[in-house]
């Protein structure tokens, strides 16, 4: 995998990396923000309204690649983010980092690195901060994560699975 600087912008974060091997990724754009307006209530509500959303997912990355990924992400969330909440262990890495204006978070990263897979979130809208920071919890991401993904494939194109 090749690596280059991202400067400090998710986008920028994500169009390095998303043609990188064994990477999955999607962003949505202008034209389908109504596939946004569609996702289930369970996920409306415990994020609320998404105008911008971008997922990137990176599996069978190892060492000093992970390392990179972390130290990227890092620079990121360094630019204008504030942590909701950021563990760092050997094997796993978990960042939730906001942007927020006044009481309502308006830029969320969900960053989660473990030793099988790193895939990193960012979510542009008006969100609930108690939210967003019960994702903190590792399985209310997990959960969080598999119905966001499901929602999205479904209502995109009911044979759409980027696993395949």
Do not use: W
Not at 32 to 44: C, D, H, Q, R, T
Not at 105 to 111: E, G, P, Q, S
Not at 132 to 140: M, P, V
Request: with cysteine; net charge negative.
């Amino acid at each position: 995998m090749l690596l280059v600087s991202c400067g400090s912008s998710f986008q920028g974060f994500y169009d390095n990396h998303k043609a990188d091997i064994g990477t999955t990724s999607f962003q949505v754009p202008n034209f389908m923000k109504a596939v946004l307006g569609n996702i289930s209530p369970e996920i409306k509500h415990a994020i609320g309204n998404i105008s911008d959303f971008k997922y990137i997912k990176f599996e069978n990355i190892k060492g000093s690649s992970r390392q990179n990924l972390i130290s990227e992400m890092n620079e990121v969330t360094n630019s204008g983010f504030t942590d909701v909440f950021r563990k760092n262990e050997v094997d796993n890495t978990r960042i939730i980092s906001v942007v927020e204006n006044r009481e309502v978070v308006t830029n969320v990263i969900i960053f989660n690195s473990n030793e099988t897979e790193t895939a990193a979130y960012y979510l542009q809208g008006n969100f609930n901060p108690e939210k967003i920071r019960s994702f903190a919890d590792e399985k209310t991401f997990n959960i969080f994560s598999n119905d966001l993904i499901e929602s999205y494939q479904t209502q995109l194109n009911p044979s759409f699975n980027p696993n395949n």
